[in-house]
């Protein structure tokens, strides 16, 4: 009897969460009990070192590295299962919003891969393609231009990832023993696990190694996103460039003093906000736009990405946004220890693709 209730209620089936950026790789293993999600175990690691590079630094490395990297990186985690949802980078896809005619639901996916086909600069044989109609309620008009978007038509959001990449990372989950039910990109993912849905207009900055990526984000539902071509590496290259240190040296000086070094530390805070300056600069502008062309206030940015923890970025972020900065908290989605508590909120930033992924993978259990 015993076992039969143990067996009933021990519906606590783990899954995980795969986020392979280009400098780095994170898991994150969930499970749900009484309803809610709980961590069970998380981990990171660099892929630098797969490369022949330093750590911190985006890399492409070879299939076969990568899968060592996840299998070494699962066993540091010390994962428990291979069911899983996977992130691919927001550069592996292409994004866009196009509006078209009403047609009926059964239509509608041949309506709008006429139309995407407009958007898509290759063969539509060669891509795969997402997509979902953003609701009625949720589309950009002014109040007294409702009636005309109804004439306008549906608004869509086109997903469309090459299939050379999509069978690329199919390839390397294979090969780490990983089975995931789904591939997302980032975006999503990061939506999932750091946006509250019934906050009104917000900003998602990722600042990862590579890039920055932007995701203005409505009620829930992606409306603009936009790719700076800069990111927290190029703040180490060019410190160990101006101060002539190595690159391990100028990663570690970021990390560890960042922009709270003190006056001892003077050309290290100089760099470190030219190169900011313009990630804001950029920002700004595609928040400001969008403001403006939808009318439309951004209440808040959120903060991910590794780059984000470098110290005194928040300040500089508030005076630069002129709105709300928040860092990310995805673990706060999560059940977690909390005596961990001062850990999490560290971690959050880095963790919220994972986190976002491993989410929808515990949804589908239900
Ligand atoms: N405490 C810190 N202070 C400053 N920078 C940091 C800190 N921790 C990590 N970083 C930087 O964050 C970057 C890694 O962030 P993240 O893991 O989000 O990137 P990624 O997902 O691999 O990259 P991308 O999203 O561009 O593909 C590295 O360049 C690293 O130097
Ligand atoms: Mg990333």
Avoid at 141 to 148: I, L, M
Avoid at 155 to 175: P, R, T
Avoid at 342 to 349: D, I, K, N, T
Wanted: glycine share 8%.
């Amino acid at each position: 009897m015993a076992s039969f209730f143990s067996s009933l209620f021990k519906k606590e089936t783990s899954v995980l969460g795969v986020d392979i950026g280009s400098s780095a790789i994170k898991v994150v293993q969930i499970k749900k009990k009484r309803g809610r999600a709980v961590l069970e175990t998380y981990g990171e690691l660099a892929l630098g070192p797969y490369g022949g590079v330093e750590v911190g630094r985006a890399i492409s490395v070879p299939a076969d590295k990568l899968i060592e990297a996840i299998k070494d990186l699962l066993r540091e985690a010390k994962t428990t299962t291979v069911s899983c949802g996977t992130a691919l980078p927001l550069s592996s896809s292409l994004i866009t919003f196009i509006t078209v005619p009403p047609v009926p639901e059964k239509q509608m996916r041949d309506v709008i891969t006429l139309e995407a086909r407009k958007y898509i600069p290759v063969p539509l044989s060669e891509v795969f393609l997402d997509y979902s109609v953003i609701p009625k309620e949720e589309t950009y008009v002014g109040e007294d231009e409702s009636s005309q978007t109804e004439k306008k038509g549906e608004d869509v959001l086109v997903v469309a990832i090459h299939n050379e990449y999509l069978s690329e990372y199919q390839s390397v989950m294979a090969g780490s023993g990983l089975q995931p039910t789904f591939y997302e990109i980032e975006i999503f993912s990061s939506i999932r696990a750091v946006v509250d849905s019934g906050v009104s207009t917000v900003m998602i900055v990722d600042m990862g190694a590579r890039s920055t990526k932007l995701y203005i984000v409505e009620r829930g539902i992606l409306r603009a996103s936009h790719i700076i071509n800069k990111g927290s590496q190029d703040i180490t290259l060019a410190l160990s460039k101006a101060m002539s240190i190595s690159v391990t040296e100028a990663e570690t000086l970021k990390r560890t003093k960042g922009l709270k070094g003190g006056p001892e530390y003077k050309e290290l805070s100089e760099i470190i906000t030219v190169n900011l300056d313009y990630i804001f600069y950029e920002s700004n502008s595609a928040l400001l736009n969008y403001q403006k062309r939808y009318s439309k206030n951004v209440s808040t940015v959120i903060l991910t990405g590794g780059g984000v923890l470098l110290k005194g970025f928040t300040d500089i972020a508030k005076i630069s946004f002129q709105t709300d900065v928040v860092y990310a908290d995805p673990f706060g989605k999560l059940e977690t220890p909390a005596f961990l508590v001062e850990e999490f909120a560290q971690a959050g930033p880095e963790f919220a693709v994972a986190i976002g992924a491993a989410l929808r993978r515990l949804s589908e259990l239900e």
